[in-house]
């Protein structure tokens, strides 16, 4: 484990270096862009200084000195009809620069996305687009140290068998039991739990490794993964798949012919069928919003108490000296909070879903 | 608002990388792992069971002990009452047999007290008879010497005889 993790840092300060050397030549834009900060300074924009931080980006910024933007680039992977397939690192489209007529949108409906452009710069149209982006490669680092971590624990199971758990498995193992035994045995019950315990641990353990990681502000964390609706979305649309695919005929049986329900709620107009159909859908967009809203939240609020620091240092350098020390007392607090909403929201999201796995497998009863 | 516009790029790769973890962490983590556990529930509890059990078959055999050793400290008790009684009895009936011995003994030295002065009484008669008898030859002989001496005794004599 300790090997890969310093392969991996390994890697990243070669990438660094590669991207460093990308800026380094360009002499003329360094002094363009000491300018463009010192008036970006006066300008300070906290709403858009936290929606950078937030919202999903095609290289993975680590730092900027003296308006030199650090950043690992990372591979951008589009299709056109008209160029086909590009294939290139997201360092060559910094500073609004244009490679083989496509660059990142500043403004209109494609903003922050990369678009295809022709000679004159204009819009031609949005490619297919399948970068890794910034988020994609957290998720896939997140994804990697998800495997590692757990199949070197299900080895030591192997290697331990029937003895007390030891090391990393002790510390996780409590949670392993306690996702199997409260969430999925209580909430699915003691004949089909075994069925989905293996999909709620995974999720469980992809929402709590993502909202932790994106708690670290530095590579490899920093990445706002389960605070993107798009990852929300397909987290909740793999419960909603499983939930409609292993439901039981009871389960459709209550979505369309509700019992106890007087027949003429039913019949002419399918009132009760209709507002239960909607039910099936709500049940995992809810998912999806909250996970997202809740994550998107705190990240939102840390961002906001420190660009309180930069709005009164535009006003005056002493008062941002002044607040800092109340900005970061309130992050620290906030970050906390945001440790406890990490193991919450991980566990909301994994009872959830445990629960309407409960509802389409439960047996007819009278 | 592009914060809740979803990025169709990253749902392909969101759902192709969480599908491979997913199936990866099923088939090379969460199996072995839930079986582990469940084998280790399994082996805990038929452990306990077993404990359990040994615990009771524990009980049983102290239990047990504790009879046989009540039973065999009554049996000593006895075996040392009998003991005892035997002792008594043997003693008594030492005491009994050495009492009559000692009767015996004393009646035969009795006896043989009585034999032995018998033996001489009739003695000392035999030698009191032939003394006697020696005495009366010595006055015969004196006295025959006178007729009328010898007339008178033979009267006497035959008075004797007579009154016989």
């Known amino acids: ?366 | 608002m592009e914060l809740i516009k979803p990025d169709l790029g990253l749902l392909f790769w969101m759902i192709l990388s969480f599908g491979t973890v997913l199936f990866v962490l099923i088939k090379f983590a969460w199996r072995p792992i839930l079986a582990a556990l469940k084998n280790r529930e399994r082996s805990i509890s038929k452990s306990l069971l077993a404990a359990q059990r040994a615990r009771e078959e524990m009980a049983k055999i102290e239990f047990g002990n504790e009879k046989i050793t009540q039973l065999a400290k009554i049996e000593r008790e006895n075996l040392l009452k009998e003991a005892k009684e035997l002792k008594n009895k043997i003693i008594e009936e030492a005491r009994e047999s050495a009492k009559l011995d000692a009767k015996k003994i004393i009646e035969e030295a009795r006896q043989s007290v009585q034999h032995e002065k018998n033996q001489a009484i009739n003695e000392i008669k035999n030698q009191i008879a032939t003394l006697s008898v020696d005495i009366a030859e010595k006055i015969l002989k004196q006295r025959l010497g006178d007729e009328s001496l010898q007339k008178e005794l033979i009267n006497d004599l035959i008075k004797d005889i007579d009154l016989n």
Request: net charge neutral; glycine share 6%; hydrophobic share 50%.
């Open chain 1, 1 to 366: 484990m300790h090997k890969v993790l310093f392969r991996l840092f390994f890697t990243s300060i070669l990438v660094i270096n590669l991207q460093n050397f990308s800026f380094g030549n360009e002499e003329h834009e360094k002094k363009d862009s000491i300018h463009n900060e010192e008036t970006a300074v006066e300008k300070f924009n906290p709403g858009n200084f936290i929606f950078d931080h937030i919202k999903d980006n095609y290289s993975w910024h680590l730092y900027t000195y003296k308006g030199n933007h650090v950043a690992i680039p990372l591979p951008v992977i589009l299709y056109t009809k008209t160029r086909g397939i590009g294939l290139f690192w997201s360092s060559k489209l910094a500073h609004g620069h244009t490679y083989k007529g496509f660059k990142i949108a500043h403004e209109g409906d494609y903003k922050d996305k990369i678009i295809e452009v022709n000679e004159q710069g204009e819009f031609l149209s949005r490619p297919l687009d399948i970068s890794i982006t910034k988020n994609v490669a957290a998720i896939m680092i997140s994804g990697a140290l998800l495997i590692l971590i757990f199949v070197s624990i299900a080895n030591s199971y192997k290697r331990r068998e029937d003895q007390a758990p030891k090391g990393i498995q002790s510390l996780l193992e409590p949670l392993i039991l306690f996702i199997r035994d409260d969430v999925a045995r209580n909430s699915i019950g003691e004949k089909h739990y075994e069925r989905y315990t293996p999909f709620l641990l995974t999720i469980f353990f992809f929402i709590l490794i993502n909202n932790l990681m994106g708690l670290i502000p530095i590579f490899p964390g920093g990445a706002n993964v389960t605070g993107n609706i798009t990852v929300t979305l397909a987290l909740a649309l793999f419960t909603f798949i499983i939930t409609t695919f292993t439901g039981n005929k009871n389960y459709w049986k209550h979505i369309f012919n509700p019992p106890g329900v007087p027949w003429w709620l039913k019949l002419p107009v399918p009132l009760i069928p209709f507002i239960e159909l909607i039910g099936v859908i709500i049940k995992p967009f809810v998912l999806m919003i909250r996970l997202f809203a809740n994550i998107s939240a705190g990240h939102i609020i840390v961002l906001g108490f420190f660009s309180l620091i930069f709005i009164f240092g535009n006003m005056k350098p002493v008062m941002g000296f002044a607040v800092s020390p109340i900005s970061i007392a309130f992050t620290i607090f906030m970050s906390f909070l945001e440790l406890l909403v990490a193991f919450i929201q991980a566990y909301v999201f994994t009872m959830l879903s445990a629960i309407y796995f409960g509802m389409a497998t439960e047996e007819h009863h009278e």
